[in-house]
């Protein structure tokens, strides 16, 4: 079977939708066709400011949701990154291939080391997007042409590129190691808007709470903010993200959570108002979120078998990475233990 793998930060208490229609619940689909790897990235989460105990709440607490989801342990290879020694040691091998210019012209340092100037951000940050290559190139098939897909939203493009670039350079120089992987972006819900800001992504760090669904609010919440999302003057029910951002956000959304096309969603509001629109959204919200909200808080509420189903996810993560590494220590010439 042909592999896929993705990863997903543990830096907020609760996914949001973009995490979880950009990239998590593709995930699900993926696990029967492919053999899956998917992952916390708990390295990648320590590279800006946070707490510990914050940070090993939110850990499990992103397991949680991804088996609420309906990844399924039988099916995928669901585990923690900093639990596979692996990733680091293969990120440093890949960070000597790296050029300095390269590197700093990964857009994702720059927009975030902005807020605080790039002087006070973390080398661990400038270097985020070569430990992303390494947690992908770790699970490369084996060479032949089998394809190896990476489910993400759009915001992750660029690190995807840089991660082909790298694997071409090293088989180059040390002979054939790694698949290149494919970015594997579903135009539809590539990049899902903030609803107070709808020209704007959805985004961990927005600015404002009212604008990020997040897949663990409580039913008010969730319905007070999909009721006040931002929309226009006008008052027609249309697809066209140039000139009515909010609403084709709120169209494209129901799309997905619903699987109605958005043409029979226009036609199914023809002269209806935005409020229709919204009470129609939050109610289809509710219903998928439900499930998943409950699911996750049972999974959390026996945080030592939560720790025992990582581990046998990151047991198994072991076992092809190490294998990987074998052939990466060979092929760069370090000397094998005598
Ligand atoms: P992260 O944790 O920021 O986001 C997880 C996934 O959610 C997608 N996403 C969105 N999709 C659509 N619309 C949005 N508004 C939106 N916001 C986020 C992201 O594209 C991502 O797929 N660098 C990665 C984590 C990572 C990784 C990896 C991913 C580390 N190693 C290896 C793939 C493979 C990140 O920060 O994702």
Do not use: C
């Amino acid at each position: 079977r042909p592999r896929v793998l993705s990863g997903i930060q543990p830096t907020a208490d609760s996914f949001h939708l973009g995490n979880y229609l950009g990239a998590v619940r593709n995930w699900v689909g993926l696990q029967d066709s492919h053999e899956a790897f998917y992952m916390v990235v708990d390295m990648h989460a320590i590279t800006v400011d946070y707490d510990p105990e914050v940070l090993r709440q939110r850990i499990r607490r992103s397991a949680a949701q991804l088996f609420a989801v309906g990844l399924e342990p039988s099916r995928s290879t669901v585990f923690v990154q900093s639990q596979v020694h692996e990733h680091a040691e293969l990120a440093w091998i890949l960070g000597a291939l790296t050029g300095f210019g390269e590197a700093s012209r990964m857009t994702q340092f720059k927009d975030k080391s902005a807020k605080h100037g790039t002087q006070a951000a973390s080398v661990g940050l400038f270097t985020y997007p070569i430990l992303q290559a390494a947690d992908i190139l770790l699970y490369t098939p084996p060479l032949g042409g089998k394809d190896f897909q990476v489910p993400v939203g759009e915001d992750q493009r660029q690190h995807l590129e840089l991660t082909r670039t790298l694997a071409g350079r090293f088989n180059h120089r040390f002979g054939p190691t790694f698949v290149e992987p494919d970015a594997h972006i579903l135009k539809s819900t590539a990049k899902i808007q903030d609803l107070q800001e709808p020209e704007r992504k959805m985004s961990k760090s927005s600015s404002s709470p009212q604008g990020i669904i997040d897949i663990l609010d409580e039913p008010g919440p969730l319905k007070k903010k999909i009721m006040r999302a931002v929309t226009d003057a006008e008052t027609e029910i249309r697809y066209d993200p140039e000139t009515k951002p909010g609403v084709s956000n709120l169209l494209t959304i129901m799309s997905a959570l619903g699987g109605e096309p958005i043409e029979g969603l226009e036609g199914h509001f023809a002269g209806a108002g935005y409020g229709q629109l919204k009470k129609e959204l939050a109610e289809l919200a509710l219903e998928t979120f439900g499930p998943i909200r409950e699911r996750t808080l049972e999974l959390l509420a026996d945080p030592a078998e939560l720790d025992r189903m990582l581990a046998k996810g990151a047991e198994r993560a072991s076992e092809v990475a190490a294998g990987t590494m074998d052939t990466v220590r060979e092929r760069v010439g370090y000397l094998r233990r005598g």
